[in-house]
């Protein structure tokens, strides 16, 4: 009796972990025929800050008007620091169905949470809706039409061939540059930039004097090029050379002759240190603006921290340098055919049993892309509004006209940078989007860094240092695992290794305490027979 006691603890201690491993899904999502005004919902946002308190107060005037709209609708805001963590909690959060009625995430991340059944709500049925869809006639706010969305930055949200997600910002990379300091040097600044001519003017940059300082700028600090997503660098570079990344259906295919070129070439500048990363080395914004790097390449996001006069700075007022700052594009190695990585929040629903509640998280998405969100959000950073219908206002083109008028809402370099994805629109691209392929993005940035601390370690970076990188990377983001899958996505191979160390000793635990119960039950019946 006390054995099978034993074993009913047991049984039940498995269930219970299988239950808690498990994904609680909702049925899936059917539109209602109408919306109840008068039953009150909770819904939370959560949100992406840079500790821009002009974000917040952005975020908080937009609940605050839409639940004037809709006073049956309370907006719970909880805000994040990136989007990495926003990720992760979404992720634990999805076992036990409390993730948020909306969030701002990426399409790769996206992607992912799709791996529990009914978990996202698709929305291509939602916006034709005629009454409660894009610009539905029942809808109490100037809700923009489908078609007044940026169809490049619409389709980004489309996830094997399905949209889930609607585009909230769109920025670009750019490259922010010392042009003071590019002059110094003896060099002029080309109409486009090139790797070639990055490469160069970064290699003069890392020459020095006598005592030890840099001859640039007099300092013993200079790093000539910093990169802010390796990610995107890699990325880019390779689209740029029409040399394969991923394919549509999950295919790895960057492990390739040109990826490797790429890294030799990195690797010469980082031996030099004429080239460094985030990662490495810091934000590029406080090394270009203490003027101790000449390119600068991070997203347009970030133009308000970049340039002598930047409204946002990280560095001691006394530390930074007086120069001339362009906005570029991202080096090209063909001008002629320039190419550059589309990125920016977008925003997603979760299902949830009760439909009014997706309802009223459908109501406020749309609020987000309504002109006055969508104008006053982008002034705050180098973002650029995600509808044409906000775009073409007086009020934004206005904006636009303005830059230099100060170092505040007007900051030339933050306008600039907005423009330059504005002009450049038909030259972005997005990358596949599948179950893994954030963790593949995450792996061609790494490849870039581990060749960069090689270098400054002084390794040596032969055929066979490249073999074991790519091993070393493939088993690190369990790329051998992501699935090609035939109907346009992907899924991660589920597998013993995939689980956290925790979860897998537990498991091997509870398999040795029922062989060894078991080898007890066998035993003590040999042992009764030979009695």
């Known amino acids: ?14 269930t219970m972990l299988t239950g808690c491993h498990g994904i609680k ?11 109840d005004e008068s039953k009150n919902y909770e819904i939370t946002f959560w949100a992406k800050n840079d500790t821009n308190m002009t974000q917040v107060d952005i975020y908080h005037k937009t609940i605050e008007d839409f639940e004037a709209i809709y006073p049956n609708i309370k907006v719970n805001l909880r805000l994040y620091t990136n989007y990495g963590d926003i990720y992760n909690d979404v992720i634990t959060n999805l076992a036990t169905d409390t993730t948020p009625n909306v969030c701002i995430t990426y399409p790769d991340h996206i992607a992912t949470y799709l791996a529990g059944e009914n978990t996202v709500v698709p929305l291509e049925e939602l916006m034709k809706n005629a009454d409660y869809g894009l610009g539905g006639k029942k809808v109490k ?5 489908t078609e007044e969305i940026v169809p490049q930055f619409l389709n980004e949200g489309k996830i094997g061939g399905i949209q889930y997600a609607l585009p909230y910002m769109r920025s670009t990379e750019a490259c922010y540059v010392n042009k003071t300091y590019v002059e110094k040097l003896g060099f002029e600044l080309p109409e486009t930039l090139t790797w070639d001519f990055i490469w160069e003017v970064s290699e003069a940059a890392t020459e020095k004097n006598k005592d030890g300082s840099f001859k640039v700028n007099g300092q013993k600090v200079m790093i000539p090029c910093i990169y802010k997503s390796t990610d995107n660098m890699m990325i880019q570079m390779l689209r740029q050379l029409d040399a394969p990344y991923s394919g549509e259906k999950g295919e790895i295919e960057f492990f390739n002759d040109t990826t490797k070129e790429l ?14 990363t985030f990662k490495i080395s810091s934000y590029p914004a406080n090394f270009l603006n203490a003027g101790q790097c000449i390119f600068a390449i991070d997203s347009t996001a970030g133009a308000t921290w970049m340039g002598s006069d930047a409204p946002l700075v990280d560095i001691p007022e006394e530390s930074v340098a007086d120069f001339e700052t362009e906005v570029m594009t991202v080096p090209q190695f063909d001008v002629n055919d320039p190419k550059m990585i589309s990125q920016g929040p977008s925003v997603c629903i979760f299902n949830k049993e009760d439909r009014g509640e997706v309802m009223a998280s459908w109501l406020f998405t749309q609020f987000l892309l309504t002109d006055r969100v969508q104008i ?21 083109k206005d904006y636009l006209s303005r830059a230099g008028e100060d ?23 997005v990358t596949p989007v599948f179950n893994g392929s954030a963790s593949l993005r995450s792996a061609a940035g790494e490849l870039i860094e581990e060749v960069t601390k090689a270098k400054r370690r002084k390794q040596n970076t032969d055929g066979a240092f490249y073999e074991e990188l790519y091993s070393e990377i493939n088993s690190r983001y369990h790329l051998d695992q992501i699935e090609v ?47």
Not at 1 to 14: D, E, G
Request: some cysteine.
């Open 1 to 14: 009796m006390k054995i099978i006691s034993l074993l009913l603890v047991l049984l039940t201690v498995l």
């Open 25 to 35: 899904t909702a049925p899936a999502f059917e539109i209602p025929e109408s919306f």
């Open 141 to 145: 706010f100037d809700s923009p039409k």
């Open 263 to 276: 890294l030799c070439e990195i690797a010469v500048h980082a031996e030099s240190r004429a080239f460094s």
């Open 376 to 396: 006053d959000y982008s002034c705050t950073e180098g973002y650029l509004p995600v509808t044409t219908k906000a775009q073409n206002t007086k009020e934004y």
């Open 407 to 429: 170092n505040d809402m007007y900051y030339r370099v933050k306008i600039e940078a907005a423009k330059l994805l504005m002009d450049n629109i038909d030259n972005t691209f």
């Open 485 to 531: 899958s035939n109907n346009g996505g992907a899924a991660v191979k589920a597998s013993m290794g995939s689980l956290p160390a925790g979860s897998l000793a537990l498991i091997i635990a509870l398999c040795s305490v029922w062989l060894c119960i078991l080898a007890y039950i066998l035993f003590s019946r040999i042992k009764k027979k030979r009695k």
